[in-house]
């Protein structure tokens, strides 16, 4: 039982077992003085134990051995082991293994013994290429994997800050580096004066080693600005990294600075760490684009209240103007919308719909504005023409109304306000409970607010006279169940006559 171990400087290694000690020595010698690091066996079952413990690159087998075959080698060996390279050494081609056994084993490549090892040779130079092309490919796979794993994760809607401080995980294991930064422009900030960033440093960047950005030294200032001019990554020898983020490659979004990195030289790491820097710009964008819409659509909120505010303020305007035209009937908008909330609180509806019939009571004849005062403040009595003119204002006070969403539900209340309960109202002849029930408590409060003002054409009623009235046209012309409700309220009349006067 004999080991020869003979170490080279560099390159791979090799391990070698064959029972005959010449082989051995002779394949030291060659594979050796070719750079190789080498370590050969003459015991199989000692040789297995090693594979199974260090790390070796090729393994050299001679195929007729003792105590145990090579073929039984590699079976052992493939139990623990399936990335090693194997090369079966055969005394005679015609004793070498049956190809399917070669196959099944994953044998990569078999030569007969000779003198001389340029075969040999050969084939363990074309197993490094093969060594060298396995590696990249499993170092892209386990780099993609990562990435493609921790893609939900970066992708998911968030704050910059938190998809950096999410990121920077992998940008840490795929750089061996702890002394990093990444720094972007806020893009809510871009159109300010002063634009300003977001920066996460970890190391001896990090906040909590008092670091902060306008510390950065001039020279690495200088680094970053020429890699956001040139949109191209920058990697020094002293191991530094500086990576652009980008806004669809084109425009630059900021950069990912890598200090002290240790990559040994790995294009495909570096690959890796430029295809991770694009998933991250391509993140932080999603999340600057959905601040910016965020942005644009409180501005828009803003605009939008501000301009319901005037348009609401202009309607005000308008009814106040409608009840100040004529002199009789100033603050009757007000008491009619007193007068109604009143009865719809004995009618028990809730407060949202006790606002509806405030707010319908205020503005019910604002479509007034569009009648004209020769029309409108006519002492004498009407023309057929000019009561159909009057007959229009409850349509034209919807549609001034229609212009804000926020009287959406008060729009039907005003536009039946004036129907009759015996379809002979206007504008569109509603009967019973076709006309909305809100509007049915407008029309009382409304007829009764009438009845009791002066108007050009008469004086105002007593208040048994108003109630009277209210009786005879209960049924044909007023829901009859408002009526007598309304009436039940105005035993306290002088109560209720003061607050409508004075809750406006
Ligand atoms: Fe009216």
Redesign the pocket.
């Known amino acids: 039982m004999r080991k020869r171990i003979i170490r080279a400087q560099t390159g791979y290694r090799i391990v070698a077992i064959d029972d005959e000690i010449g082989i051995i020595d002779s394949l030291s010698v060659v594979l050796r003085k070719n750079g190789y690091d080498f370590t050969g066996f003459t015991d199989p079952i000692e040789a297995i134990e090693s594979i199974r413990q260090e790390h070796y690159d090729i393994l050299i087998l001679d195929y007729l051995m003792n105590p145990i075959h090579g073929d039984k080698v590699v079976e052992k060996i493939r139990e623990f082991n399936r990335d090693l390279y194997i090369l079966l050494l055969t005394g005679h081609k015609d004793l070498a293994p049956p190809l399917e056994t070669i196959k099944e084993l994953d044998i990569q490549g078999y030569c007969e013994k000779s003198d001389k090892f340029e075969q040999l040779l050969l084939l363990v130079e074309s197993g490094i290429k093969s060594i060298v092309h396995e590696r990249t490919i499993r170092t892209f796979r386990n780099g993609l994997d990562r990435i493609v794993s921790s893609a939900p994760e970066i992708y998911q809607l968030q704050p910059p800050q938190e998809i950096i401080r999410r990121a920077l995980p992998q940008v840490i294991s795929f750089s061996n580096s702890n002394d990093i930064f990444v720094m972007v422009d806020d893009p809510l900030k871009l159109f300010d004066d002063e634009k300003e960033s977001i920066f996460v440093g970890i190391g001896k960047y990090s906040s909590e080693n008092n670091f902060f950005p306008d510390k950065l030294e001039p020279a690495i200032i200088e680094d970053i600005f020429k890699v956001r001019t040139t949109m191209q990554p920058v990697y020094k020898k002293d191991g530094t990294i500086i990576l652009p983020l980008s806004i669809e490659y084109k425009e630059s979004l900021g950069i990912i600075y890598i200090e002290n990195s240790s990559i040994e030289g790995s294009d495909e790491i570096l690959k890796l760490l430029e295809i991770f820097t694009n998933q991250i710009s391509a993140s932080l964008n999603n999340s600057f684009l959905h601040s910016v819409v965020n942005k644009k659509n409180e501005e828009l909120n803003i605009a939008y209240e501000q301009l319901r505010t005037r348009y609401v303020d202009t309607i005000e305007v308008l009814r106040k103007a409608v009840d100040a035209r004529d002199i009789y009937t100033r603050g009757h908008s007000d008491r009619v919308s007193y007068y109604a909330v009143e009865i719809g609180k004995i009618l028990n509806l809730s407060d949202a719909e006790l606002e509806l019939l405030r707010v319908s009571g205020i503005f ?2 604002v479509g007034k504005i569009g009648i004209s005062d020769d029309i409108l403040l006519k002492a004498g009595k009407l023309t057929d023409e000019e009561y159909d003119e009057i007959k229009k ?2 349509l034209k006070g919807a549609q001034i109304l229609s212009a804000l969403s926020t009287f959406k539900e008060v729009i039907p209340i005003i536009k039946h ?2 129907e009759r309960i015996d379809g002979k109202g206007y504008p569109f002849g509603l009967k019973g409970e076709e006309i909305p029930l809100y509007s049915r408590i407008l029309s009382v409060a ?1 007829a009764f607010d009438a009845m009791m003002s002066d108007r050009h054409y008469r004086k105002k009623l007593t208040l048994d006279q108003a109630i009277e009235q209210l009786i005879t046209g209960s049924g044909p012309q007023f829901d009859s169940i408002i009526v007598s409700k309304f009436i039940g309220l105005l035993s306290n009349y002088d109560k209720i006559a003061f607050e409508s006067e004075s809750s406006y």
């Open positions: 019910h004849d204002h409850p306000h004036h409304d």
